[in-house]
Nanobody, 124 residues
């Protein structure tokens, strides 16, 4: 089992930046593909970014490409999402997820472990 915990959310003005962190604990001896998803109340959870097990490869949703950067530090069991040039439409609860699957997979049902989420609110 792997436990995930997100932090770093908050309120920011449009154009600003935030960095989300995801701490992994439990069975972290084997690296997982890690991902960030987000969800607006009443809507489906949507893919934001994935990063491969050792950080060599990343994948982004078109809506965040060029603005968000996903990274990881396996020695610290941490994954990060640097969010720049934030827009009001980025407002959502952001979730960290882990799974033993290729980094190109983006479907929510392929990820085995999820954090509790952190709220990001971008004001206009």
């Amino acid at each position: 089992q792997v436990q995930l915990g997100e932090s770093g959310g908050g309120l920011v003005q449009a154009g600003g930046s935030l960095r989300l962190s995801c701490a992994a604990s439990g069975r972290t001896d084997t690296p997982y593909t890690m991902a960030w998803f987000r969800q607006v109340s009443g809507k489906d959870r949507e893919f934001v970014a994935t990063i491969s097990k050792f950080g060599a490869n990343t994948n982004y949703a078109d809506s965040v490409k060029g603005r968000f950067i996903v990274s990881r530090d396996n020695a610290k069991n941490m994954v990060y999402l640097q969010m720049n040039s934030l827009k009001p439409e980025d407002t959502a609860v952001y979730y960290c997820a882990a799974g033993q699957l290729p980094w190109t997979f983006v479907a929510t049902d392929r990820f085995d472990y999820w954090g509790q989420g952190t709220q990001v609110t971008v004001s206009s």
